[in-house]
Each structure stands twice: as C-alpha cells, then as structure tokens.
C-alpha cells in the first residue's frame, strides 16, 4: 500500500514565478492537507482540502492556492514566488471524518524541497 | 488559538542515556497531541498521539509520552537511547473532532546521540 506520495522531490524557480505542486494521498485517505516548512523551523499548515473544497486555511496570503480532484490527489500552487517561499513543503492525508479517532492522524509524504533564487 | 513550545532546540545524550524532550502546549478545548520524528530529507512520521483515554501512551522505537493536563505538558522520553534516534523531533497539537485535524507544531528539538 503506498503512502503519500508528493512530486516532484526538487524544484528550483526564480523570483516572480508561478510553481505548482502535487500530492497523491494514502490509499482510503480523502483529506489532503499542505505544510511549509522553512528551514530550522516547524511545519506551517497551509490549507486543507475536502471533497474537492478547501475547508480550512492557515496564515498565508493568497498567492497559495490549491485544489483537490475527484481521486482525492491535491496541487498547490504558489504565484509570484519570494525568495521567502523557499521551503519543504509537506503534503499529508487523513482518512474520512468519521472513521474512530484515526481521522485526527495525519500521514505525511516526503515533501517537495522548492528553492527560490 | 492553540500552541506549542519546545524547550531546547538541540539535546544531547550519550547512547543508552535517556532520553528527554519537552513539549508545553496552549489550547481552548481539550487537545489531541502528536510527536513526529523527522530524518535528513525526508518527511515526518509519526511517534505517538494521545486523543483520549491512558494519558501515558506508548509509541514505535520504544518512545513513550505522559499527557499532564495540569502542566499542559506532553514530554517524549525513552529510557535507552541509539545512534538511530538521532533526527529532529516535534511536538505537535491538534483541537480534532469537529474542529478539525490541522497540526499547530513546535519549532522543533534536534536530538543528538553520542557514542
């Protein structure tokens, strides 16, 4: 069974452009959640997608924007790239709201390593 | 708004020293908490989570953690360390159930072993 699977591992972009990243979760999961984690510090939640919604966003400005499919796979994408964006960005999954306490576990990928330069 | 704090962002130990992380916690409604564990480039697994229930809970690689709500505490020890423990660790916490399950994390403790 694979886990969260997220690409691609390495991206390198310059500053003002656009970047888009992408996540498959765990079999059976259908929440997807994004994390920035810059370096020396602790992941950041972004926002979390849901039946094809966002349901609910952390403090970051509107040049992040994601989507969810109907399989559950998730894009982020990043406008206008800062050189203040470069980070690991984290992909997780859960499974369905509902399901015996396991809904509040997340599973995390491997993350995609972006360097703004 | 709910947070966590991590005192000391490296600890080190001698192999089969104990080891000790600490995590503190701030939260409006009773909290789920999590400990990650983090190798070089690669992403977060995880450790132990307490939702509800035994307040001390047992973990993978013999890592075990005590829920104190009267010291919103939710320390990580594990009586024997080895090298492998070696990587970053966080604390993370979550409000759950209706809420949702968005992690609030710690800035992080750097776990050193030395042989």
């Known amino acids: 069974d694979a886990g969260v699977t997220q690409s691609p591992t390495h991206l390198i972009k310059t500053r003002g452009q656009q970047v888009t990243l992408r996540c498959s979760p765990k079999?059976?999961?259908?929440?997807v959640s994004w994390y920035q984690q810059a370096l020396g510090q602790g992941p950041q939640f972004i926002f979390q997608?849901?039946?094809?919604?966002?349901?609910q966003r952390g403090n970051f400005p509107d040049r992040f924007s994601g989507h969810q499919f109907p399989n559950y796979s998730s894009e982020l994408n990043v406008n206008a790239l800062l050189l203040g964006d470069s980070a690991l960005y984290l992909c997780?999954?859960?499974?369905?709201?509902?399901?015996?306490?396991?809904?509040?576990?997340?599973?995390f990928g491997p993350g995609t390593r972006l360097t703004v330069l | 708004a709910q947070s966590v704090t991590q005192l000391g962002s490296h600890v080190s130990v001698s192999e089969g020293a104990l080891v000790l992380l600490r995590c503190n916690y701030s939260?409006?409604?009773?909290?789920?908490l999590f400990w990650y564990v983090q190798y070089p480039n690669q992403g977060l697994q995880l450790l132990l989570k307490?939702?509800?229930?035994?307040?001390l809970v047992k973990g993978i690689n013999g890592f075990e953690a005590e829920f104190k709500k009267s010291e919103t505490s939710f320390h990580l020890t594990k009586p024997s360390a080895h090298m492998s423990d070696a990587a970053e660790y966080f604390c993370?916490?979550?409000?759950?159930?209706?809420?949702?399950?968005?992690?609030?994390f710690g800035a992080g403790t750097i776990l050193r072993v030395k042989s």
């Open positions: 997608y849901y039946e094809e919604e966002e349901r």
């Open positions: 939260s409006s409604v009773p909290p789920y």
């Open positions: 079999s059976g999961h259908d929440t």
């Open positions: 307490y939702t509800t229930g035994a307040t």
């Open positions: 997780a999954s859960s499974p369905p709201p509902g399901t015996l306490d396991s809904h509040n576990e997340q599973f």
């Open positions: 993370a916490v979550s409000k759950g159930g209706e809420y949702g399950n968005k992690l609030v």
